[in-house]
């Protein structure tokens, strides 16, 4: 989802940004389309899950490494984990999100924020919103024609 407070052509700065520094910056390619169907304004964002080189496609996984820069090991067996990450990554990723975000909606004059946090880590007592999506709508709206 794309704020409402922003133009299409801020919006499309804004996946620009996010795409190149979060998605293209670990050797992924990625690919995606704004929309906005009424007042909708989103991307849907496909990359890949390997990384890929001047040779094609590499692997889906890296070699991690320890402190000093060296692969860790157990015992003599490297360790790898996924290029996209974890959970963990994907937490931090949804953080950096929100910032990007936010910087972009200050650089508009937008004086809204948003905030990617749980609605329980923010201390809101209430259930999360469900999302329907247009097909979802759409099908409630010839229900709802057909019932009259």
Known sequence: ALPRELTAHQ???????????????LGLVADWVYRD?????????????RLAGEHGFGRKSRLVLGENGEPLRVGKKLIYRDIIGDRNDFRKLRLAWGSLVN?????????????????????????????LGSASIAIARRRARGSQ
Do not use: C, W
């Open 103 to 131: 910087r972009h909606l200050e650089l508009a004059g937008q004086s809204v924020r948003i905030d990617m946090r749980s609605l329980k880590d923010q201390g809101v007592d209430r259930r999360p919103e469900v999302r």
């Open 37 to 49: 169907e009424e007042g909708n304004p989103h991307v849907q964002l496909l990359h890949t899950l």
């Open 11 to 25: 919006n499309i700065a804004l996946t620009q940004e996010f795409v190149s520094r979060y998605i293209v910056a």
